[in-house]
């Protein structure tokens, strides 16, 4: 065991100890003394009770200041409380200038000292448990950073094995199915809220998928063929976009890619609200080149800035 832990123990019993001398030595009258340093301290008003009424089982006598404030204390100290009220009693202490209440002026004035110096000394203490705490924290932290990077790179690194392993399939039907999984466990996998494939319209509208970023909902269609994506596909993808509130755009993602009028009839349209993603840019975020938020955003602001419905992976990087 180190010997800071065994400091900040030995400060805390000196405390305790020196807690128990105020409650006894500083006022003489025992209600008085309940109003003047418990009741300043924070003790709940059933313990200040019996502060004041707790007898003594073997004599039947009221317990003294001393022997009452220990069971108090006792009692906090069975939640927890103590910590906090025996360093309030210690603060009330080092300030204290009421020595007309106590019996013995000079014992009062030897604890205010006592007090005095052991607040400096629970001060340094109380810093060290916060640093402590603060690097245990932020060990902690780093940790669990560790673990997820980990975990993503395990996953991606799955994902990515069955993306290429789909790309040899000539079954283009179940490509597609896989596509639609493929890009749902990447987006979880990523901490994107994503919505799997459902219907809306009284099931007469198919949405593949749609996830939430930073406010803003996307509908997204997936394509995975053999041809290049059209501009005919693209506009059932616009119409369900026009359907939905007025904070939805639309992510389409054809591996394959897309023929080359896509783009400039995208850019004709006056409704900037569909940006492109193709297979390069999955592969590169499953490859951990790069992340899918940055990617997202990067094309986001590409088509919200530029009027630019694809950027290129290449660009960002």
Request: charged share 30%.
């Amino acid at each position: 065991m180190s010997a800071e832990p065994d400091c900040t123990a030995t400060a805390d019993a000196d405390a305790r100890r020196l807690a128990l001398e105020a409650i006894a030595t500083l006022v003489y009258v025992k209600k008085t003394a309940a109003d003047q340093i418990l009741r300043r301290a924070g003790v709940p008003e059933d313990l200040i009770r019996r502060f004041l009424t707790e007898r003594d089982p073997a004599t039947g006598e009221k317990r003294s200041k001393r022997d009452a404030g220990a069971i108090v204390l006792e009692e906090l100290a069975t939640t927890g409380a103590d910590h906090a009220v025996v360093r309030k009693i210690i603060a009330l202490a080092a300030d204290w200038s009421a020595f007309h209440l106590a019996q013995n002026e000079y014992q009062a004035r030897a604890v205010v000292q006592k007090a005095r110096e052991m607040r400096g000394v629970l001060e340094v203490a109380d810093a060290r448990e916060r640093q402590e705490a603060e690097a245990l924290r932020n060990a902690a932290v780093q940790q669990r950073g560790r673990e997820q990077r980990e975990m993503l790179a395990r996953q991606s690194a799955l994902l990515l094995a069955q993306f290429d392993q789909a790309t040899m399939s000539s079954d283009h039907q179940e490509r597609g199915y896989f596509l639609e999984d493929l890009l749902n466990r990447t987006f979880d996998l990523h901490g994107i809220p994503v919505l799997r494939a459902f219907r809306r319209n009284g099931g007469g509208e198919q949405i593949d998928a749609a996830f939430e970023l930073d406010g803003w909902h996307y509908i997204v269609e997936c394509r995975w063929r053999t041809r290049l994506a059209d501009i005919r596909q693209l506009d059932g993808l616009a119409g369900q976009v026009a359907r939905s509130g007025r904070q939805t755009m639309g992510l389409f993602l054809s591996v394959e890619g897309w023929s080359d009028h896509v783009v400039p009839l995208l850019k004709q349209n006056p409704d900037k609200a569909i940006f492109l993603m193709e297979g390069f840019d999955l592969r590169t975020v499953l490859d951990q080149r790069l992340d899918l938020r940055r990617l997202l955003k990067a094309k986001i602001s590409a088509l919200n800035l530029e009027a630019e419905p694809y950027l290129s992976v290449s660009q960002i990087l």
